[in-house]
């Protein structure tokens, strides 16, 4: 069963580059990395997804090494709007062998003024 | 603008009542998932789906209970309602892409319970 860890929570100033990694040992072969922002009462909102290498879009960048087994969201430039959560996905395979989507911990990133 | 309704947003019932919260979503996505997430904490897959007539348990226990007759359509309902469901419920779905590509995640705006 894969599972991701990451850093339970982040501060940064207005204006820095953040950048928050996310360790996924157990990722399979066909497996992609999906990022999602959370904000307080909503649902997530995807951000950002790739299978290798550097993805970028208008909002953020993710990198992800070689051998897979992490991988980097950056956000570039964060203002106090980018206060939220930040959930790193990558499905896993139940006992009964389904395909499952679980969320883990997501890092808690607040950005000071 | 993602197409993925629930129905109610708050819902404040008493102990014992029968409830279901209802998810729509207009993009026809087979995969559909509920989650259940607490003030503060992380998300907990609670039941999923990958089409019609197929529903599956996710890892967290819950007494609730799905069904999926028609593709946009997978409500989740609690036969006997207790304060321990007292949370908030977010239903997502997704198209099926290739093996592993598990796509974007679209999620309601999610329904509060709170059971009395």
């Known amino acids: 069963l894969a599972k991701t860890t990451q850093p339970i929570s982040m501060d940064s100033y207005e204006g820095q580059e953040v950048n928050i990694t996310c360790s996924h040992n157990?990722?399979?072969?066909?497996?992609?990395i999906t990022w999602y922002q959370q904000f307080p009462s909503q649902g997530p909102r995807f951000i950002i997804q790739?299978?290798?290498t550097k993805v970028t879009n208008e909002v953020a960048s993710l990198f992800i090494p070689a051998d897979r087994k992490s991988s980097t969201l950056s956000l570039p430039r964060v203002s106090l709007s980018d206060t939220a959560v930040y959930y790193c996905?990558?499905?896993?395979?139940?006992?009964?062998?389904?395909?499952?989507?679980?969320f883990g911990k997501g890092t808690k990133l607040s950005v000071i003024p | 603008e993602a197409d993925i309704y629930q129905t109610p947003r708050y819902l404040v019932i008493g102990t014992g009542k029968k409830i279901t919260l209802e998810c729509s979503q207009t993009?026809?996505?087979?995969?559909m998932y509920w989650y259940q997430q607490d003030p503060g904490m992380e998300l907990h897959l609670i039941h999923y789906?990958?089409?019609?007539?197929?529903?599956e348990k996710g890892d967290l226990s819950s007494e609730s209970t799905v069904s999926r007759i028609r593709t946009e359509h997978f409500p989740l309902t609690l036969e006997s309602a207790r304060p321990s469901h007292t949370s908030q419920y977010l239903c997502?779905?997704?198209?099926?892409?290739?093996?592993?590509?598990?796509?974007?995640?679209?999620f309601g705006e999610g329904s509060r319970l709170t059971v009395l």
């Open positions: 996905l990558v499905g896993s395979y139940s006992g009964a062998g389904s395909y499952q989507l679980t």
């Open positions: 157990n990722i399979a072969t066909n497996d992609y």
């Open positions: 790739g299978y290798k």
């Open positions: 997502a779905s997704r198209p099926f892409l290739d093996r592993g590509n598990t796509g974007e995640l679209f």
């Open positions: 993009m026809g996505h087979d995969k």
């Open positions: 789906s990958y089409g019609v007539n197929s529903t």
